[in-house]
């Protein structure tokens, strides 16, 4: 008879992205909601400005801080519903929600950019009258906002893609307001209207770069793509490394939520190797090489496999048709 032998991640399915939930979480959501009200505050006085300036450079980053916002209004709902626990069908709970919320705020980031490109390139051809020493205020102040928010949300956890999708939406907008403010001292000493579009344009860029990078990572998360720092050949590879370890397929390697990878595989040891041993080893190693501590390992003795095989008592279309590539020892001279 095989011997299948299935190991979950010692202590359960908490968090292991060296970031527990409670203490380190409340904390977290602490920071983020005194930078949702900076950021709240300040882009309600940036609106009203904005419009008596007729700037757009001012509306454009007044409107990249409501992205702001909403995007740390996102994290804070996506850490309460990823700290649910696991129940009924949701057999992960809800860690995902966090990889949704960072969806979304690169999602936002995109399409406000192309709106606002638009709105620049039209006044790139017909500039307004601009009122270059409110701009030029008015960005200073952005300014001095957005280094408090950005301090206070790198105090946050800012391995959850989360929190990091809040973090870049804030980042791109004190940048924004840096080009803001050149464009306002351009208009004040210059009179030169269409450096407040060129600095539109500007932000958009920055937008459409962390937008873009943030709906990249989620992507792979959502279609179950395995980490970009792991790669699942080399891991094969290394697992087949065992001594007793003849074969290794069905290897998947996905990430539940940010900083959560997962691994699943089917092992074959020799005949008589120790079944629970090999599969001790293997998580150790998966656990220190690559930091991955939730394993599901199925492990069997590859005589008694072939056997069953023959005898068509075993699944063939599960061995016969991996998925992925096969990762067998190399045979030993003699």
Known sequence: MTSAHHAHEPGGHAGHGGHAHGVAADADRRWLAIALTLIASFMAIEVVIGIIAQSLALISDAAHMLTDAVSIVLALIAMRLAARPARGGFT???????????????????????????????RLIDPPEVEGGLVLGTALAGIMVNIAAAWCISKANRTSLNVEGAYQHILNDLFAF??????????????????????????????VRAGYGLVRESG????????????????????????????????????????????????????????????????????SD?????????????????????????????CETPHGPVHREEPHPH
């Open 92 to 122: 992960y709970g809800l860690k995902r929600a966090e990889i949704l919320s960072a969806q979304a705020n690169g999602l936002t980031l995109l399409l406000l950019g192309a709106w606002l490109a638009y709105e620049a390139v039209l």
């Open 178 to 207: 840096i080009g803001t403010a050149v464009a306002g001292l351009v208009v004040l000493l210059t009179g030169f209207a269409r450096a407040d579009a060129i600095a539109t344009l500007v932000v958009v860029v920055l937008m």
């Open 220 to 287: 792979r998360i959502f279609l179950e793509a395995a980490p970009a720092h792991l790669d699942p050949d080399t891991i094969g590879d290394r697992l087949v490394a065992h001594g007793t370890v003849t074969e290794v397929h069905d290897l998947h390697v996905w990430t539940i939520t940010s900083g959560q990878p997962a691994l699943s595989a089917h092992v074959l040891v020799d005949p008589g190797a120790d079944c629970h041993t090999v599969r001790r080893d293997l998580e150790r190693t998966l656990h």
């Open 290 to 318: 690559y930091g991955i501590s939730h394993t599901t390992l199925q492990v069997d003795h590859a005589a008694e496999y072939l056997l069953e095989v023959r005898a068509g008592a075993f699944d063939d279309a599960h």
